[in-house]
């Protein structure tokens, strides 16, 4: 298989130029200009291409809770936001606590053949909060653990999950929230896990990932954090830096003004390595009941284009880089940059089209979304992996 993309203006974290993108048997081959192959040209004048968007935190919901997204569903969502990896949490039905379910999803995933999937397991078994020998049974398929959704409130649990995960080689993605402060004060419950965790891994040696940061104090922990040299990535939501002072039941809340700010600049100045979607679908129904979550991942590029680039904040190599190469590097894929030899997942985008968003118009099953009836620049026009087109806008 190979394509021949002409004439695009071609970007990712250390380029920007007008020109021409080769791939072939999957890979990327060659980029430059005036290339010439013989076979499938697609036309990109006046389109941007970019690395393909990796997404280290989203819900598909399989196995178990498949009537609020699935593989199938999630997938096609994916394709159609530009994304072609994801890396799927546990909280599924069974709790992804085993290999067994790995495996299900995976196979599941390899079959669709859609966007490529990594399955994150549990820290705790069954989410039960200090069971942890399960993860003496992984293998080097996995390469995340977390217990998202819930968090793990023991101190001397965390401890040992880290040197289990140091041991192992595996990333703790933690999900910073005591659900004993919660009720009291949702800032406070963040904040002091994210401490907790950050020194835990400073003395441990544990590779953190802290999932959904959303505010002030949060991000300021980590910006000390990596000043400091510890091992600590971020991820910040599109809806964490494009909404305040919204009702819209998210988990971590949508936060005040002034955290969207520290968001941003810390996006700005490198303390944020990567925007996640946490797209997490509900039914109708389960929204109404108090579900936290929104579907995320087909309004991605436009939220963070228009809120990021389009107002002046980052350049487009930024984003790409926040979207696609360090996630890439976080995941440790050959994916997310425009260089020969990693694979062949890109998008080409519109960046001047304009989006008015409607719920009811998304691939997901998830309808759920904050931002209906919002306008946003930059439209997904085809996604393509390993060469292959995955996805084309026909509107």
Not at 361 to 383: Q, W
Request: proline share 3%; aromatic share 6%.
């Amino acid at each position: 298989m190979q394509v021949l993309i002409k004439k695009a203006r071609i970007v990712d974290e250390s380029k920007d130029f007008i020109g021409d993108l080769y791939i072939r048997d999957g890979k990327i081959k060659d980029f430059g200009t005036n290339l010439n192959y013989n076979c499938k040209t697609i036309n990109g004048e006046g389109l941007i291409l970019m690395p393909s968007f990796i997404d280290l935190h989203v819900h598909f919901r399989e196995p178990g809770f498949t009537y609020k997204e699935d593989l199938l569903t999630g997938g096609l969502a994916a394709l159609k936001g530009g994304y072609t990896l994801v890396n799927l949490m546990g909280n599924t039905n069974p709790i992804c606590s085993s290999i067994d379910t790995v495996e299900y999803v995976l196979n599941k995933a390899e079959e669709l053949n859609l966007a490529d999937v990594h399955q994150t397991v549990s820290i705790t078994r069954n989410f039960d909060g200090h069971t942890l020998e399960h993860l003496d049974t992984l293998d080097n398929r996995v390469r995340f653990i977390s217990d998202d959704g819930k968090g793990v409130k023991s101190n001397i649990v965390m401890y040992k999950a880290m040197i289990k995960a140091k041991e192992k080689g595996l990333t703790i993605m933690t999900h910073a929230e005591d659900d004993d402060l919660t009720p009291i004060d949702y800032r406070i419950s963040e904040n002091i896990i994210t401490i907790r965790d950050i020194y835990l891994s400073k003395v441990t040696g544990a590779r953190l990932h802290l999932c959904h940061v959303s505010t002030i104090e949060a991000i300021e922990e980590v910006r000390r954090a990596k000043r400091e040299g510890v091992y600590v990535t971020c991820e910040v939501t599109p809806h964490h830096i494009a909404l305040w002072d919204n009702n819209f039941k998210v988990n971590p809340p949508i936060r005040a003004k002034e955290d969207v700010e520290a968001l941003i600049q810390g996006i700005i100045d490198g303390t944020v390595d990567t925007i996640a979607t946490d797209h997490a679908p509900h039914t109708k129904e389960d929204k109404e009941k108090g579900a936290p979550g929104l579907a995320g991942i087909e309004t991605a590029f436009p939220v963070s284009y228009t809120t990021l680039v389009r107002s002046g904040k980052i350049d487009l190599m930024k984003l790409s880089k926040i979207m696609s190469a360090n996630a890439g590097r976080i995941i440790n894929v050959k994916k997310g940059k425009i260089e020969k030899g990693y694979d062949g997942d890109i998008v080409l985008l519109d960046l001047n089209k304009e989006i008015i968003v409607d719920g009811e118009k998304f691939i997901s099953k998830g309808k759920n979304t904050p931002f209906n009836g919002m306008k946003f620049y930059g439209e997904v026009v085809m996604t393509f992996k390993n060469g292959v087109v995955k996805y084309i806008n026909k509107e």
